[in-house]
Nanobody, 127 residues
Framework: VQLQASGGGQVQTGGSLRLSCVVS????????TAWFRQAPGKEREFVAA???????YYAESWTGRFIISKDIAKNTVFLQMDSLQPEDTAVYYC??????????????????????WGQGTLVTVSS
């Protein structure tokens, strides 16, 4: 199984980016895909997840600036990020939980729930 994350870059405060995560190497699409991020000197934290049927799960701190979606035909999950702030600067990782068709909020927010991880894409927001 391979996860290829892309779409990161450098933007100014208030800008937008859309991250993509392509999942390959395993047939089917009945899994949960998530985005996590890790800022310099901080622990990895959950951002959002989406289940097979499109159920979405967001971090407790979610303000609506980030929206997760998926294109089943392309085995791709997206993270639309708007109104970006300097504190959003981090490496963003996508991850897959093949043990779940759908998840629960509690399970989705735990990094240990995911068996496969991508390499990460860097997002830098400058003030």
């Amino acid at each position: 199984v391979q996860l290829q994350a892309s779409g990161g870059g450098q933007v100014q405060t208030g800008g937008s980016l859309r991250l993509s995560c392509v999942v390959s190497g395993r047939p089917g699409s009945t899994y949960v895909t998530a985005w996590f991020r890790q800022a310099p000197g901080k622990e990895r934290e959950f951002v959002a997840a989406i289940g097979w049927r499109g159920t979405t799960y967001y971090a407790e701190s979610w303000t609506g600036r980030f929206i997760i979606s998926k294109d089943i035909a392309k085995n791709t999950v997206f993270l639309q990020m708007d109104s970006l702030q300097p504190e959003d600067t981090a490496v963003y990782y996508c991850a897959v939980d093949y043990l779940s068709v759908e998840s629960t909020t509690s399970r989705a927010r735990q990094a240990s729930s995911y068996q496969y991880w991508g390499q990460g894409t860097l997002v830098t927001v400058s003030s």
